[in-house]
């Protein structure tokens, strides 16, 4: 029986981060009962908020905290516009608000550890996406006319492989990176970060202007990065390993487009804030299907690619049969076609030295193919000459709230869906609601599909025990799916004047004193 390895991609959400962290908890249940040898987590690249989660989830599956408390405290207990308020002039939210969340779920009083038995031994490889304030520069260069061209990045990352010898404080460190992915530029101020310990990586991947301290200011990931579904297909190559890969991407946006009278037909001009709210799960709900759409053509050119080497072969072997060529003259034929193909070779690597160089990057390193077989070397060539060297046809399975359209297709939007995507900061009940969704949907999604990638593997029991959990969870009940700002309280109506009256002084200050 081969074991399944996971790769997640869990993309940025603000507050429906709830949903992602229900997701995610019921799949650790699933995870921890099915046994590391069956079923093991161990990468995941995140943005946004989804980077919060990414690190809870670590915990999780390496130090054996209880998966359904930890998220819970996190994205239902621990977060709400109440405790990340603040009278500062810096900005609307409270960024030291969330140092003290993280140092709240994350630090030694936190959820506890379980025993060392239930600690993953496998690492967890984890990389989160930044959006550098001050961004970098590298050269791109132009291959015939040996020119260059110099371009920007404002993306960044901060990478670690984490083991279960991290402890408490480790995940407090890294928690700082996790804060700055998600601190979204709508709440909460830059946060700065000292990279000097990473400085050789910016070097080595050509990247131009790393400051000489080492300090950068960033702002939300998901401004540049949303769904780094690419950069797990990256994380999960340098892992290397034969067992069977699944990607599993969480998407709290993915519900499909429906028929409105607002935005088609003969209908008047849409009014301004909805159409601002609106633009923003536009642009969060493109971005995934322009990477499923880009994954899908790099499966099919692979697959084309490794039909060249086969079908040329047949055609050499047809052809000297044919022609009824000697064994001297057949070996003759194919002597001069390996050393066609070894040269082309050479070009190609030569290429792309040249290119790595001028871009200054390192260059990687190939191992060499054989010398003496014609038919490798043909495989070689190709896949290295259309950028697919190295690339594996890649399965990907995606959870969302529209999992489950087939069954319910009048679908709505999350709790915490309104007021971009702030909507789940004003109720607890909103923040409830979604984790118990993002609960359901992968326990669907496990229902339907987990068991065809364990073939022979019964997963009756870790699904018995994921029901357990969710009942044990009593949210089952909270159904709040479709609020608006009209579904809230008059207290919290309140709060939100209120939140908006510090919203003009933190605007009115800026104006004053020259931050605009």
Do not use: C
Not at 21 to 29: F, P
Not at 98 to 114: H, Q
Not at 193 to 211: E, M, T
Not at 365 to 384: N, R
């Amino acid at each position: 029986m081969s074991r399944l390895r996971l790769s997640l991609t869990i993309p940025g959400a603000i507050s429906l981060g709830a949903y992602e962290g229900g997701a995610l908890a019921a799949l650790i249940v699933a995870a921890k009962s099915l046994g590391e040898e069956t079923l093991v987590i161990d990468s995941i690249a995140a943005a946004s908020a989804g980077s919060i989660t990414a690190l809870l989830t670590a915990r999780a599956l390496l130090r054996g905290v209880d998966p359904v408390d930890l998220l819970a405290a996190a994205w239902v207990d621990n977060v709400s516009f109440k405790a990340m308020r603040t009278s500062s002039t810096a900005s609307p939210l409270s960024s030291g608000a969330l140092s003290e969340m993280a140092t709240k779920v994350l630090g030694s009083g936190g959820t506890p550890e379980g025993p060392a038995s239930t600690w993953q031994q496998q690492p967890v490889w984890l990389s989160m996406a930044l959006a550098s304030l001050a961004g970098l520069t590298y050269d791109l260069p132009e291959l015939t006319q040996h020119t260059t061209v110099s371009a920007s990045t404002f993306l960044d990352w901060y990478q670690v492989t984490l083991t279960n010898a991290v402890d408490s404080a480790g995940y407090l460190t890294h928690a700082q990176a996790a804060i700055a992915s998600g601190s979204n530029a709508i709440g909460f101020p830059a946060k700065r970060l000292d990279r000097k310990a990473d400085a050789a990586q910016y070097r080595a991947a050509g990247l131009q202007g790393f400051p000489d301290d080492g300090l950068f200011w960033y702002t939300d990931g998901g401004t540049v990065d949303n769904e780094p579904l690419g950069r797990t297909i990256d994380l999960a190559q340098q892992v290397g390993s034969d067992d069977d890969r699944l990607y599993l991407l969480i998407h709290p946006n993915a519900i499909p487009p429906t028929p409105s009278p607002t935005w088609a037909g003969s209908a008047p001009e849409p009014p301004w804030v909805r159409t601002a709210i609106h633009s923003v799960g536009i642009g969060r709900s493109q971005t995934i299907y322009e990477d499923l759409k880009r994954l899908e053509k790099t499966n099919s050119r692979l697959e084309w690619v490794d039909s060249v080497a086969p079908a040329v072969l047949a055609g050499i072997d047809s052809g000297i049969g044919d022609a009824g060529l000697s064994d001297a003259q057949a070996a003759l034929v194919r002597d001069n076609l390996t050393a066609a193909l070894t040269g082309a070779i050479d070009k190609v690597r030569e290429s792309q030295v040249h290119v790595a160089t001028a871009a200054k990057r390192t260059p990687a390193e190939h191992q060499p193919g054989p010398s003496d077989d014609w038919s490798a070397l043909l495989d070689t060539l190709v896949h290295a000459a259309s950028g697919l060297e190295g690339r594996d046809s890649v399965k990907v399975e995606v959870v969302s709230p529209a999992v489950d359209e087939r069954i319910d297709p009048q679908t709505k939007p999350l709790a915490g869906s309104f007021f971009f995507h702030f909507g789940g900061f004003f109720d607890i009940k909103f923040r409830q609601s979604d984790f118990a969704h993002g609960y359901r949907d992968m326990r669907a999604w496990m229902t339907r599909d987990l068991g065809g990638y364990l073939a022979g593997v019964d997963i009756s029991a870790a699904l018995e025990e994921v029901d357990r959990r969710y009942v044990q969870l009593g949210w089952g009940d909270i159904d709040d799916d479709g609020a608006t700002l009209s579904s809230l309280s008059f207290s919290e109506k309140l709060g939100l004047v209120r939140l908006a009256f510090h919203v003009g002084r933190v605007v009115i200050h800026d104006v004053l004193h020259g931050g605009v």
